[in-house]
Protein backbone atom coordinates (compact mmCIF):
# COMPACT_ATOMS: atom_id res chain seq x y z
CA UNK A 1 0.00 0.00 0.00
CA UNK A 2 1.44 3.67 -0.90
CA UNK A 3 2.17 5.90 1.92
CA UNK A 4 0.71 8.95 2.32
CA UNK A 5 2.55 11.59 3.69
CA UNK A 6 0.67 13.96 6.46
CA UNK A 7 2.11 17.09 4.31
CA UNK A 8 0.62 15.67 1.24
CA UNK A 9 -2.97 15.24 3.03
CA UNK A 10 -2.86 18.70 4.19
CA UNK A 11 -2.09 19.56 0.34
CA UNK A 12 -4.97 18.38 -1.04
CA UNK A 13 -6.92 19.14 1.70
CA UNK A 14 -6.17 23.00 1.40
CA UNK A 15 -7.15 22.75 -2.32
CA UNK A 16 -10.22 20.88 -1.95
CA UNK A 17 -11.86 22.25 1.35
CA UNK A 18 -12.67 18.43 2.26
CA UNK A 19 -12.31 16.51 4.94
CA UNK A 20 -8.49 14.73 6.37
CA UNK A 21 -9.99 11.56 5.52
CA UNK A 22 -11.75 12.12 2.65
CA UNK A 23 -8.53 13.30 1.34
CA UNK A 24 -6.59 10.78 2.56
CA UNK A 25 -8.38 7.94 0.62
CA UNK A 26 -8.73 9.77 -2.10
CA UNK A 27 -4.67 10.20 -2.30
CA UNK A 28 -4.32 6.11 -1.98
CA UNK A 29 -6.61 5.63 -4.49
CA UNK A 30 -4.84 7.83 -6.91
CA UNK A 31 -1.42 6.04 -5.69
CA UNK A 32 -0.22 9.39 -4.11
CA UNK A 33 -1.06 11.88 -7.34
CA UNK A 34 -2.51 14.80 -5.97
CA UNK A 35 -3.97 15.79 -9.74
CA UNK A 36 -6.07 12.43 -9.88
CA UNK A 37 -6.94 12.67 -6.08
CA UNK A 38 -8.55 16.19 -6.69
CA UNK A 39 -10.60 14.40 -9.27
CA UNK A 40 -11.45 12.02 -7.42
CA UNK A 41 -12.54 14.35 -5.00
CA UNK A 42 -14.70 16.74 -7.46
CA UNK A 43 -16.20 13.51 -8.73
CA UNK A 44 -17.60 12.51 -5.51
CA UNK A 45 -18.67 15.84 -4.52
CA UNK A 46 -20.78 16.26 -7.93
CA UNK A 47 -22.23 12.72 -6.55
CA UNK A 48 -22.82 14.24 -3.11
CA UNK A 49 -24.41 17.13 -4.62
CA UNK A 50 -26.59 15.18 -6.75
CA UNK A 51 -27.97 13.05 -3.80
CA UNK A 52 -28.69 16.77 -2.75
CA UNK A 53 -30.98 18.08 -5.42
CA UNK A 54 -34.37 17.39 -3.79
CA UNK A 55 -33.80 18.87 -1.36
CA UNK A 56 -35.55 22.82 -0.56
CA UNK A 57 -33.01 25.89 -0.31
CA UNK A 58 -34.99 28.44 1.16
CA UNK A 59 -32.18 30.19 2.66
CA UNK A 60 -28.91 32.27 1.37
CA UNK A 61 -27.72 35.46 1.01
CA UNK A 62 -28.56 38.10 -1.75
CA UNK A 63 -25.09 39.78 -3.21
CA UNK A 64 -24.56 43.28 -5.42
CA UNK A 65 -21.37 43.64 -7.14
CA UNK A 66 -20.49 46.88 -9.17
CA UNK A 67 -17.73 47.74 -11.26
CA UNK A 68 -14.93 49.83 -10.59
CA UNK A 69 -16.15 52.38 -12.82
CA UNK A 70 -20.11 51.74 -11.57
CA UNK A 71 -20.69 51.07 -15.75
CA UNK A 72 -21.96 47.52 -14.49
CA UNK A 73 -23.58 45.85 -11.35
CA UNK A 74 -24.72 42.45 -10.64
CA UNK A 75 -26.86 40.95 -8.15
CA UNK A 76 -27.44 37.14 -7.26
CA UNK A 77 -28.49 34.92 -5.24
CA UNK A 78 -26.63 31.72 -3.27
CA UNK A 79 -29.20 29.76 -1.72
CA UNK A 80 -28.67 26.92 0.83
CA UNK A 81 -30.93 24.46 3.04
CA UNK A 82 -30.79 26.45 6.78
CA UNK A 83 -30.01 29.81 7.93
CA UNK A 84 -27.01 28.12 9.94
CA UNK A 85 -25.38 27.08 6.67
CA UNK A 86 -26.19 30.82 4.83
CA UNK A 87 -24.36 32.53 8.17
CA UNK A 88 -21.02 30.38 7.95
CA UNK A 89 -17.63 31.34 7.03
CA UNK A 90 -17.59 28.81 3.85
CA UNK A 91 -21.08 29.83 2.12
CA UNK A 92 -20.40 33.62 3.27
CA UNK A 93 -16.79 33.25 1.30
CA UNK A 94 -18.79 31.33 -1.78
CA UNK A 95 -21.14 34.15 -1.86
CA UNK A 96 -18.71 36.77 -2.34
CA UNK A 97 -17.13 34.78 -4.72
CA UNK A 98 -20.55 34.26 -6.62
CA UNK A 99 -20.66 37.94 -6.65
CA UNK A 100 -17.21 38.60 -8.58
CA UNK A 101 -18.40 35.46 -10.67
CA UNK A 102 -22.05 37.31 -11.76
CA UNK A 103 -19.65 40.47 -12.50
CA UNK A 104 -17.27 38.32 -15.17
CA UNK A 105 -20.07 36.66 -16.76
CA UNK A 106 -20.78 37.26 -19.92
CA UNK A 107 -24.64 36.94 -20.20
CA UNK A 108 -27.11 38.94 -18.47
CA UNK A 109 -29.03 36.33 -16.70
CA UNK A 110 -29.33 33.16 -16.12
CA UNK A 111 -28.17 30.96 -13.42
CA UNK A 112 -26.39 28.19 -15.82
CA UNK A 113 -24.42 30.72 -17.12
CA UNK A 114 -22.41 31.41 -14.03
CA UNK A 115 -21.99 27.84 -13.19
CA UNK A 116 -20.17 27.81 -16.49
CA UNK A 117 -17.84 31.15 -15.88
CA UNK A 118 -14.48 31.22 -15.01
CA UNK A 119 -11.65 33.19 -12.79
CA UNK A 120 -8.28 32.43 -13.06
CA UNK A 121 -9.09 28.99 -14.36
CA UNK A 122 -11.40 27.97 -11.68
CA UNK A 123 -15.05 27.38 -12.75
CA UNK A 124 -17.67 28.71 -10.45
CA UNK A 125 -19.47 24.63 -10.45
CA UNK A 126 -16.51 24.13 -8.26
CA UNK A 127 -16.49 26.54 -5.81
CA UNK A 128 -20.26 25.13 -5.53
CA UNK A 129 -18.54 21.67 -5.42
CA UNK A 130 -16.49 22.43 -2.52
CA UNK A 131 -18.63 24.60 -0.28
CA UNK A 132 -21.31 22.23 -0.69
CA UNK A 133 -18.83 19.32 0.47
CA UNK A 134 -17.72 21.83 3.38
CA UNK A 135 -21.37 22.55 4.67
CA UNK A 136 -23.19 19.14 3.63
CA UNK A 137 -26.23 20.84 2.41
CA UNK A 138 -27.37 21.65 -1.24
CA UNK A 139 -25.72 24.93 -2.62
CA UNK A 140 -27.27 26.49 -5.76
CA UNK A 141 -27.74 29.67 -7.72
CA UNK A 142 -31.25 31.65 -7.52
CA UNK A 143 -32.17 34.52 -9.69
CA UNK A 144 -29.58 36.64 -11.20
CA UNK A 145 -29.47 40.15 -13.15
CA UNK A 146 -26.34 41.87 -14.63
CA UNK A 147 -26.91 45.57 -15.84
CA UNK A 148 -24.51 47.67 -17.51
CA UNK A 149 -24.88 51.27 -18.89
CA UNK A 150 -24.93 52.01 -22.45
CA UNK A 151 -25.23 56.04 -22.27
CA UNK A 152 -24.75 58.23 -19.58
CA UNK A 153 -26.60 56.66 -16.08
CA UNK A 154 -26.82 55.38 -12.83
CA UNK A 155 -26.77 51.68 -11.19
CA UNK A 156 -27.96 52.16 -7.70
CA UNK A 157 -27.66 49.08 -5.42
CA UNK A 158 -29.06 47.72 -1.81
CA UNK A 159 -28.89 44.86 0.19
CA UNK A 160 -30.71 44.90 3.51
CA UNK A 161 -28.40 44.76 6.42
CA UNK A 162 -29.84 40.54 6.76
CA UNK A 163 -28.75 39.62 3.57
CA UNK A 164 -31.74 38.78 2.93
CA UNK A 165 -32.89 40.90 0.28
CA UNK A 166 -31.90 43.42 -2.66
CA UNK A 167 -32.67 45.50 -5.22
CA UNK A 168 -30.98 47.59 -7.92
CA UNK A 169 -32.01 50.64 -10.01
CA UNK A 170 -30.46 51.67 -13.43
CA UNK A 171 -31.02 55.63 -13.48
CA UNK A 172 -30.77 56.94 -17.17
CA UNK A 173 -29.18 60.77 -17.16
CA UNK A 174 -29.04 63.46 -19.35
CA UNK A 175 -24.89 63.38 -19.19
CA UNK A 176 -21.73 61.78 -18.29
CA UNK A 177 -21.81 64.62 -16.12
CA UNK A 178 -24.96 64.26 -14.10
CA UNK A 179 -23.92 60.59 -13.72
CA UNK A 180 -21.20 61.98 -11.33
CA UNK A 181 -23.28 64.20 -8.78
CA UNK A 182 -22.77 63.00 -5.67
CA UNK A 183 -26.45 63.74 -4.58
CA UNK A 184 -27.82 62.15 -7.19
CA UNK A 185 -25.85 58.89 -6.88
CA UNK A 186 -27.14 59.23 -3.28
CA UNK A 187 -30.50 59.09 -4.34
CA UNK A 188 -29.85 56.25 -6.86
CA UNK A 189 -28.77 54.13 -3.66
CA UNK A 190 -32.10 55.72 -2.17
CA UNK A 191 -34.45 54.47 -4.26
CA UNK A 192 -33.01 51.22 -4.46
CA UNK A 193 -33.42 50.77 -0.88
CA UNK A 194 -36.61 52.00 -1.37
CA UNK A 195 -37.80 49.10 -3.95
CA UNK A 196 -36.29 47.02 -1.21
CA UNK A 197 -38.74 47.72 1.69
CA UNK A 198 -42.05 48.88 -0.37
CA UNK A 199 -42.09 45.85 -2.74
CA UNK A 200 -43.33 48.13 -6.05
CA UNK A 201 -44.44 45.69 -8.97
CA UNK A 202 -44.11 47.81 -12.05
CA UNK A 203 -42.60 51.19 -13.16
CA UNK A 204 -45.48 52.97 -14.09
CA UNK A 205 -48.76 51.98 -14.68
CA UNK A 206 -48.48 51.28 -18.25
CA UNK A 207 -45.71 48.77 -17.21
CA UNK A 208 -48.83 46.78 -14.75
CA UNK A 209 -49.66 43.41 -16.28
CA UNK A 210 -52.59 43.47 -17.77
CA UNK A 211 -54.22 40.31 -15.67
CA UNK A 212 -53.19 42.25 -12.64
CA UNK A 213 -55.03 44.95 -13.90
CA UNK A 214 -58.22 43.16 -14.79
CA UNK A 215 -57.77 41.57 -10.93
CA UNK A 216 -57.99 45.01 -9.52
CA UNK A 217 -60.96 46.00 -11.24
CA UNK A 218 -62.44 42.86 -10.60
CA UNK A 219 -62.04 43.20 -6.91
CA UNK A 220 -62.98 46.72 -7.09
CA UNK A 221 -66.06 45.68 -8.20
CA UNK A 222 -67.31 43.33 -5.97
CA UNK A 223 -66.34 45.74 -3.25
CA UNK A 224 -69.24 48.09 -4.49
CA UNK A 225 -71.48 45.91 -6.44
CA UNK A 226 -74.19 47.31 -4.50
CA UNK A 227 -73.44 51.07 -4.79
CA UNK A 228 -75.84 53.27 -7.20
CA UNK A 229 -75.01 52.25 -10.58
CA UNK A 230 -74.33 55.47 -11.63
CA UNK A 231 -70.96 55.96 -9.48
CA UNK A 232 -69.46 52.68 -9.29
CA UNK A 233 -67.63 52.99 -11.99
CA UNK A 234 -66.14 56.53 -10.97
CA UNK A 235 -65.42 54.23 -7.36
CA UNK A 236 -63.87 51.19 -9.48
CA UNK A 237 -61.70 53.89 -11.29
CA UNK A 238 -60.77 55.64 -7.45
CA UNK A 239 -60.07 52.25 -6.24
CA UNK A 240 -57.80 51.41 -9.14
CA UNK A 241 -55.76 54.48 -9.12
CA UNK A 242 -55.07 53.81 -5.69
CA UNK A 243 -53.82 50.58 -6.35
CA UNK A 244 -51.27 52.48 -9.09
CA UNK A 245 -49.97 54.35 -6.36
CA UNK A 246 -49.05 52.03 -3.97
CA UNK A 247 -47.44 49.33 -6.22
CA UNK A 248 -45.79 51.68 -9.12
CA UNK A 249 -42.68 52.75 -8.02
CA UNK A 250 -42.75 55.89 -9.77
CA UNK A 251 -45.94 57.42 -8.11
CA UNK A 252 -45.26 55.57 -4.39
CA UNK A 253 -44.31 57.79 -1.72
CA UNK A 254 -40.89 58.22 -1.39
CA UNK A 255 -39.83 55.87 2.05
CA UNK A 256 -37.37 58.40 3.14
CA UNK A 257 -40.19 61.65 2.78
CA UNK A 258 -43.86 60.33 2.13
CA UNK A 259 -44.50 63.73 1.79
CA UNK A 260 -43.14 63.12 -2.51
CA UNK A 261 -43.41 60.56 -4.64
CA UNK A 262 -40.47 58.58 -6.17
CA UNK A 263 -40.24 60.44 -9.16
CA UNK A 264 -40.70 63.91 -7.71
CA UNK A 265 -37.45 63.13 -5.58
CA UNK A 266 -35.29 62.03 -8.48
CA UNK A 267 -36.82 65.06 -10.71
CA UNK A 268 -35.43 66.90 -7.68
CA UNK A 269 -32.20 65.80 -7.67
CA UNK A 270 -31.72 65.72 -11.50
CA UNK A 271 -32.31 69.24 -11.38
CA UNK A 272 -30.23 70.13 -8.49
CA UNK A 273 -27.41 67.83 -10.98
CA UNK A 274 -28.40 70.34 -13.84
CA UNK A 275 -30.44 67.99 -15.87
CA UNK A 276 -33.05 65.64 -15.67
CA UNK A 277 -33.12 61.64 -14.87
CA UNK A 278 -35.09 58.74 -15.39
CA UNK A 279 -35.57 55.38 -14.48
CA UNK A 280 -34.78 52.69 -16.71
CA UNK A 281 -35.81 49.79 -15.17
CA UNK A 282 -35.38 48.07 -11.48
CA UNK A 283 -35.33 44.21 -10.04
CA UNK A 284 -35.66 43.18 -6.55
CA UNK A 285 -34.72 39.70 -4.97
CA UNK A 286 -35.93 37.91 -1.88
CA UNK A 287 -34.90 34.72 0.00
CA UNK A 288 -37.31 32.74 1.96
Known amino acids: MTEIAAALVMKLRKMSGQGMMDCKK??????????????????????????RLGRET???????????????????????????????????AAAEAVGQYALACQADEGADNIFETSIDGRKFSEVIMQTA??????????????????TGGIIGTYVHFNNKVGSMVEIETGSEEMAEAEDLKRIASDIAMHITAIKPIALDRDSVDSEIIEREKSVA??????????????IIQGKLSKFFKESCLLEQAFVKDDNKSV????????????GQAKIKRFVRFEIG
Do not use: H
Open 26 to 51: ALLEADGEIDKAMIILRKKGMVTLQK
Open 58 to 92: SQGRVVCKKAQDGKTAAMVMLCCETDFVANSTDFV
Open 133 to 150: GKTGEKIEVGDYTRYTLQ
Open 221 to 234: AEQVKNKPTNIIEK
Open 263 to 274: AQVLAQAAEQAG
